[in-house]
């Protein structure tokens, strides 16, 4: 059941890897009627594909899934036409998908930040939390690293309401 009487606005969930933080995300949208589910995750392999297909069924068929791997502001724009509710998971995986494309990332993250102002519907985006391991020992990972979290700060601060995820618990931040 959604803790929400109406969803609404922005709202960023945050957590660790396999912390819970997309099944609450889905579950903010209970009672909705319906929901676009952006898919930043690319099934490069089996074991992606695999969870990608796990995601799928644990959502159900009243879903409208779309998959984005780069141009998530374009999805969000096209969006306003229909106003359906939206859920993007992962931006983190966005984020090394455009790392990836050599695309500037602080730019599209700054892009997405107009576009969720400028967005008629209620979004809900899902994020991994990476600041709170050790100290990568590698350049790549390190910048991945810092620019989530830099990431993270941007759309928090855009967002209506900000959730962090542990252990399949939320707790409200914002």
């Known amino acids: 059941m959604s803790p929400f009487k109406e969803l609404q606005g922005t709202i960023l969930v945050l957590g660790g890897a ?18 676009v589910y952006v898919a930043t995750a690319e099934a490069l392999d089996d074991e992606m594909r695999a969870r990608i297909e796990r995601h799928r069924k644990r959502r159900g068929k009243s879903w409208t899934s779309i998959e984005v791997p780069l141009d998530i502001t374009g999805a969000l724009r096209a969006n306003s036409e229909t106003g359906a509710p939206m859920l993007i998971d992962c931006l983190t995986l966005w984020l090394s998908n455009l790392m990836h494309d050599g695309g500037d990332s602080a730019e599209m993250v700054n892009a997405l930040c107009a576009a969720l102002g400028d967005a008629n519907f209620p979004v809900v985006l899902v994020s991994n939390e990476v600041g709170g391991g050790i100290v990568p020992e590698n350049e790549l990972a390190r910048s991945f690293r810092d620019a989530a979290g830099a990431m993270n700060q941007k759309i928090a601060a855009a967002a209506d ?8 618990i939320a707790q409200k931040l914002k």
Request: no cysteine; proline share 0%; hydrophobic share 45%.
């Open 161 to 168: 309401q900000v959730y962090l995820v542990t252990a399949g």
């Open 18 to 35: 396999a912390s819970g933080k997309s099944a609450f995300a889905e579950q903010l949208f209970a009672g909705s009627g319906g929901a």
